[in-house]
């Protein structure tokens, strides 16, 4: 069976959502995870943490909110100045994971406490882009998961539609 077989017999939909996987993994292979580990070599300077604590936004459905899923974000905010300019911003890592581990967050805020002092890493060509923690984290290896995931799954279920 050839390429044209299987566009044929496939459900357009997972024909369309495979594409979009695919597309997204390469960009996410190609421009995202790059742009982590460019950070790293990115030059530093001293900031201050202006706001730590764990934010609390809530997915799902249901009327009751014990019948959502809570998931926890980190909700950092630090200050820096480049060349006499003072800049803000909330990205401790390139790639930020949300989980339902509220320990997991709560520790690392425990890391950053309002008014610690902290090195922040900037993009010299544009400073207003800066982390806390340059390089490829926990957020990082799950989006590559994620993606290798579904494709596999995807792949599985076109296949399987097509053979069958």
Known sequence: MDLSEIIDKAPFFML????????????????SIPKA??????????????????????????????????????????????????YSSKKRRWHEVQSSFHRYHDSIARRYPLGKSVTVFYNPKNPKVAVLEPGLGLGALTGLLIFISSIAFLTFFICFTVYT
């Open 16 to 31: 369309l959502v495979f594409v979009c996987l695919v597309l997204g993994f390469i960009y996410y292979l190609l421009v």
């Open 37 to 86: 580990v460019k950070a790293k070599y990115y030059p530093s300077v001293l900031g201050k943490i202006t706001s730590s604590e764990v934010g609390t936004p809530t997915a799902g459905s249901g009327r009751e909110s014990g019948d959502r899923i809570q998931t926890f974000a980190l909700d950092i905010t630090y200050k820096y100045v480049v060349n006499g300019k003072t």
